[in-house]
């Protein structure tokens, strides 16, 4: 049963820092993994997908790993803002089934 | 073009009220999936529709959540004699085999709470 966890559970930071967070999933056979972005009370936005043949993708200051032998995905975050704030969600998927989500990494950009 | 609409967004019940929640995919997606996310918790998967495939209900909690998928578009996700544990934010997704294939485009969701 594929398990994927996040760390940290929560992150802070001053703005205009560099950051990365983590992502591991327990089965390495998978087709993509999804970064989201969740504001509080909204739905999931997509920030970036990594099919499974991948290493990494860039979307402005955004970039996504993936070592999918490690089972390891990281996002990381340039020059960060306080409209980053957000809880940020990774899912691995199997092509067209399921995707298997982590809890999430809440992040507070400080002014 | 339009992205996955769900309604209604908010939707307060009784216990033991059955519901309906609907689900309005991007137009061609031939996948539609629907997950729950309670207080607290991650997103848990429920059920998802391939095409014209008999849908995966490996995720419904109980027999008294069902789901229809009409004409390969539409869905309607129904609970029946609602709980409280039921109160939940539901989601409902979208993707195509296309390029990129599979991605999932998410709805906004719809806030269930059962008093």
């Known amino acids: 049963k594929q398990e994927v966890t996040q760390i940290p559970a929560a992150l802070s930071v001053p703005e205009g820092e560099n950051l990365v967070l983590n992502c591991s999933f327990t089965d390495s056979a998978i087709y993509n993994l999804q970064w989201f972005r969740q504001d509080p009370g909204k739905g999931l936005t997509s920030l970036l997908l990594i099919q499974s043949s991948q290493r990494e993708q860039t979307s402005g200051r955004l970039n996504a790993s993936l070592d999918k032998s490690s089972g390891r995905s990281t996002l990381y975050i340039a020059a960060s803002q306080p409209g980053d704030s957000a809880t940020y969600l990774c899912a691995v998927g199997g092509g067209s089934e399921k995707l298997v989500f982590g809890k999430g990494t809440k992040l507070t950009v400080n002014p | 073009g339009a992205g996955v609409s769900q309604s209604p967004s908010n939707k307060v019940t009784e216990k033991g009220k059955d519901v309906e929640l609907r689900c309005d995919p991007i137009?061609?997606?031939?996948?539609l999936y629907w997950y729950r996310q309670s207080l607290g918790q991650g997103l848990e998967f429920l059920i998802y529709f391939q095409g014209n495939s008999a849908p995966d209900k490996s995720g419904l909690p109980s027999d008294r959540f069902s789901a229809e998928r009409t004409g390969g578009s539409v869905s309607t996700l129904t609970i029946q004699r609602t709980q409280q544990e039921d109160s939940a934010v539901y989601l409902c997704?979208?993707?195509?085999?296309?390029?990129?294939?599979?991605?999932?485009?998410f709805g906004p969701g719809t806030r269930l709470t059962v008093t």
């Open positions: 137009s061609g997606h031939t996948a």
């Open positions: 997704a979208s993707s195509s085999p296309e390029d990129p294939p599979y991605e999932q485009y």
